[in-house]
Nanobody
Framework: QVQLVEAGGGLVQAGESLRLSCAVSGSIISVNAMGWYRQAPGNQRELVAS???????NYADSVKGRFTISRDNAKNTVYLQMNSLKPEDTGVYYCNANIRRRVFSGPSEYWGQGTQVTVSS
């Protein structure tokens, strides 16, 4: 069974920083793209940042210049460094990974359980 275990959420004040991590565990062949999504109350889940297995990154316009996504392929772990946090960054942050579990099957999407990030003004 594959699990994505997130850590690092919390309550901070505007302007402060947080670092999220998400580790993939279980029997897998490979981890392809990984990403972070967030969902604020009353809003749809939105992409925050993504990173390919080769290290190419993509960011939502609202976080460019403030957030940095990175990954450690040896540990099957993805990170999200969040600086200069704003109240509008508040939400539940979900880790996502595209994972191949078997040699002769295609990859599937997996999600973490979510971690709360709250930024007070």
């Amino acid at each position: 069974q594959v699990q994505l275990v997130e850590a690092g959420g919390g309550l901070v004040q505007a302007g402060e920083s947080l670092r999220l991590s998400c580790a993939v565990s279980g029997s897998i062949i490979s981890v392809n793209a990984m990403g972070w999504y967030r969902q604020a109350p009353g809003n749809q889940r939105e992409l925050v940042a993504s990173i390919t297995s080769g290290g190419s990154t993509n960011y939502a316009d609202s976080v460019k210049g403030r957030f940095t996504i990175s990954r450690d392929n040896a540990k099957n772990t993805v990170y999200l460094q969040m600086n200069s946090l704003k109240p509008e960054d508040t939400g539940v942050y979900y880790c996502n990974a595209n994972i191949r579990r078997r040699v002769f099957s295609g990859p599937s999407e997996y999600w973490g359980q979510g971690t709360q990030v709250t930024v007070s003004s």
